[in-house]
């Protein structure tokens, strides 16, 4: 059973760029978060997916959007590159309705560097 | 913006002795989990302990829970050099199927020296 996979593993991009990032859920899940991390802090909420919906989200500008696919795959987009976009990009992902389970199951992460 | 506050930021203790990281918060909880983080990679879940529950164990893991003082601990007893990592609280406002929008704390990086 697969965990969550994210993909690329890494990426350098130039200010002013945009960028995507992909996410596939652990099996059996339908609920898929993302937190940006930077480099020395937590990391921080930037939406959540459910039933293909943006459900919940974070304090991110609209440059941040994101889109969840019927297989309930994710993609995470960042439009016009800025330097502090840089970080740690994680997807996680939970089970569904009727688990409600708050445990979430983490990907190893994209590593974004802007420069 | 981080809700919690982990204290100390880091801490290096030998292997066999325990580990104790704090965790504090402001808004109120459904739950609070703590994860662990080896070197900027993916987290994975230590234990979630819910608003109405004041102490849970898990193996070597003792979490506990103060909502009066919006506050929680981590113990890692007999740590090893494998503990090594950096471990993070977070906080859920909502629970059940609504929540997972997690609010991190800063960390607190544990190294443990054999």
């Known amino acids: 059973d697969a965990g969550v996979t994210q993909s690329p593993t890494h990426l350098i991009k130039t200010r002013g760029q945009q960028v995507t990032l992909r996410c596939s859920p652990k099996s059996g899940h339908d609920t898929v978060s993302w937190y940006q991390q930077a480099l020395g802090q937590g990391p921080q909420f930037i939406f959540q997916?459910?039933?293909?919906?943006?459900?919940q989200r974070g304090n991110f500008p609209d440059r941040f959007s994101g889109h969840q696919f019927p297989n309930y795959s994710s993609e995470l987009n960042v439009n016009a590159l800025l330097l502090g976009d840089s970080a740690l990009y994680l997807c996680?992902?939970?089970?569904?309705?009727?688990?409600?389970?708050?445990?979430?199951?983490f990907g190893p992460g994209t590593r974004l560097t802007v420069l | 913006s981080q809700q919690g506050e982990e204290d100390p930021q880091a801490l290096s203790i030998q292997e066999g002795e325990n580990a104790t990281m704090n965790c504090s918060y402001k808004t109120s909880i459904n739950n609070l989990q703590w994860y662990r983080q080896n070197s900027g990679r993916g987290l994975v879940h230590l234990i979630l302990i819910r608003s109405n529950e004041r102490e849970k164990h898990s193996g070597r893991l003792r979490v506990t829970l103060d909502t009066s003082k919006k506050s929680s601990s981590l113990l890692i007893t007999a740590s090893r050099a494998a503990d090594t990592a950096s471990y993070f609280c977070a906080t859920d406002p909502f629970g059940g199927h609504a929540g997972n929008m997690l609010t991190f704390g800063g960390g607190t990086r544990l190294m443990v020296k054999p």
């Open positions: 996680a992902s939970s089970p569904g309705f009727p688990s409600g389970s708050n445990e979430q199951f």
């Open positions: 997916y459910y039933e293909e919906e943006e459900r």
